[in-house]
Nanobody, 125 residues
Framework: QEPLVESGGGLVQPGGSLKLSCAAS????????MNWVRQAPGKGPEWLSG????????HYSDSVKGRFTISRDNAKNMLYLEMNNLKPEDTARYHC??????????????????WGQGTQVTVAS
């Protein structure tokens, strides 16, 4: 069983919204920083957001600050990303990833402990 499984992606028009989910299993979810990272075709990973093990102090990249909201439910081993005012440049595969410490700005998958297969988000009219 994969430790992290994302869902909720799809095709959305510019200005629209989506909420992504990430289900965790096989490790102590509440001990880890959790992150959302996206990767567009031909580009490297782009860290978007991270949240502390206890759910406080969310951090965001400048590219999504004010539009995306990260949250987690440790009782359900779930991580979420609510995305509003989506833009065509948000088109990418979105992954959740765990880490033992803050990894804001990370650009290498190997910096994370676990990451999922991702869910595709396409923003187009």
């Amino acid at each position: 069983q994969e430790p992290l499984v994302e869902s909720g992606g799809g095709l959305v028009q510019p200005g629209g919204s989506l909420k992504l989910s990430c289900a965790a299993s096989g490790f102590t979810f509440s001990n880890y920083w959790m992150n959302w990272v996206r990767q567009a075709p031909g580009k490297g990973p782009e860290w978007l957001s991270g949240i502390k093990p206890g759910g406080e102090s969310p951090h965001y990249s400048d590219s999504v600050k004010g539009r995306f909201t990260i949250s987690r439910d440790n009782a359900k081993n779930m991580l979420y990303l609510e995305m509003n005012n989506l833009k065509p440049e948000d088109t990418a595969r979105y992954h959740c990833a765990s880490a033992t410490h803050y990894l804001g700005g990370a650009t290498n998958w190997l910096q994370f402990e676990y990451w999922g297969q991702g869910t595709q988000v396409t923003v187009a009219s």
